[in-house]
């Protein structure tokens, strides 16, 4: 059985940091893509980030480009997202999203598995 978990998730002031990260049972994760989304209160499932399984390529929304970075420890079968130079907007559910794709996509239902979410607010 597949499970993700994601974890990682507080409240953090604006301009601090965090680090997400999503461990992985019962599947290697150097076999998937893996993807993080957000979804904040009232809005649609944003996909942000994504290490392709193909080429080991990484994908980064505009909204998060050059703040936030994805990457993994296989030994460890875990994917992080370095958060940095967090901003209110960021608030939001983040969700980990693994996926027998090759190269990332933006759509939730190329996903094959799905973490809990965990909450990250950001303070002004």
């Known amino acids: 059985d597949v499970q993700l978990q994601a974890s990682g998730g507080g409240l953090v002031q604006a301009g601090g940091s965090l680090r997400l990260s999503c461990a992985a049972s019962?599947?290697?994760?150097?076999?998937?893509?893996i993807a993080w989304f957000r979804q904040a209160p009232g809005k649609e499932r944003e996909d942000i980030s994504c290490l392709s399984s193909t080429d080991g390529s990484t994908y980064g929304a505009d909204s998060v480009k050059g703040r936030f970075t994805i990457s993994s420890d296989n030994a460890k079968n875990t994917v992080y997202l370095q958060m940095n130079s967090l901003k209110p907007e960021d608030t939001a559910v983040y969700y980990c999203?693994?996926?027998?794709?090759?190269?990332?996509?933006?759509?939730?239902?190329?996903?094959?598995?799905w973490g809990q979410g965990t909450l990250v607010t950001v303070s002004s």
């Open positions: 019962g599947v290697a994760f150097d076999t998937l893509t």
């Open positions: 999203a693994a996926g027998s794709i090759f190269y990332c996509s933006g759509y939730p239902h190329d996903y094959d598995y």
